[in-house]
């Protein structure tokens, strides 16, 4: 089975089951226009490699090796969607089709460099968050200065402090943004290795509020999607 395919199943789940989900083989067969035979039998293939969690008439998920590398071509994709709509300027409608075909020979050092002159984004230009990166820096303005293109890879994953759940205790490692967003969550106290715990979580997209030293913070969602921890 082609690398291209894999990464293109590993994306598809991704985009319906998303990290602890289930995706049933007709939803993916619909999503790749493929047949539900087909797609059976690449599941078991992926099973083998330890991509996927997949049982007959049941459904398949993402094992974390499976949504490491899932994530990482969402990263990719949505880096090129970018680059296409801002920089070359082409149709939105057609950037999407044009990522697909490009990201499967993007490189891990390239991906840097677009992400370096790009910026650092968050978002697709349709609005999708553009997962982190992989690199062991503490925030984006430390990769921007950084003249070396092969900094060294994290030993752990990192996940937005939005994903935790109730009452999870993690440790900020990175912080998306320029220096504006570090100094104002340096003034809330919430600097890189520090401690904190999610209390409660508002519906609607709305704020967090968050124990930090033994005390309650409550932190917009908007700048929360921007604090990435690891899990303690």
Same mark, same amino acid.
């Given at each position: ?19 602890? =989900? ?25 099973? &083998? ?9 049941? =459904? ?37 089709? &044009? ?67 109730? =009452? ?14 570090? &100094? ?45 921890? &690891?899990?303690?």
């Amino acid at each position: 089975m082609p690398q291209e395919h894999i990464e293109e199943y590993l994306e598809a789940i991704y985009d319906i089951a998303g990290r602890e =989900g289930t995706a049933k083989t007709t939803e993916i067969a619909e999503h790749l226009k493929n047949a539900p035979a087909s797609v059976t039998e690449a599941f078991q293939r992926m099973k &083998q490699k330890g991509l996927v969690r997949y049982e007959s008439h049941k =459904g398949v998920s993402l094992t974390a090796k499976g949504y490491k590398a899932a994530t990482k071509m969402k990263r990719k994709h949505r880096l090129l969607e970018v680059f296409l709509d801002k920089m070359l300027h082409l149709p939105r409608e057609k950037v999407h089709e &044009q990522a697909c075909k490009m990201e499967h020979t993007l490189t891990d050092e390239t991906e840097t460099a677009l992400c370096k002159t790009l910026k650092g984004p968050t978002e697709c230009p349709h609005g999708s968050p553009i997962p982190p990166c992989n690199l062991e820096v503490k925030n984006c303005q430390e990769c921007f200065s950084e003249q070396n293109p092969t900094l060294e890879k994290r030993d752990k994953d990192i996940i937005a402090i939005t994903s935790l759940k109730h =009452g999870e205790k993690a440790k900020i490692v990175f912080v998306r943004g320029g220096g504006s967003v570090m &100094q104002r969550l340096c003034d809330l106290g919430l600097t890189n290795g520090t401690i904190i715990s999610l209390l409660r979580e508002a519906p609607m997209n709305g704020p967090i509020e968050i124990c930090v030293r033994g005390c309650k913070l409550v932190i917009g969602r908007g700048i929360a999607e921007k604090i990435f921890v &690891q899990k303690t």
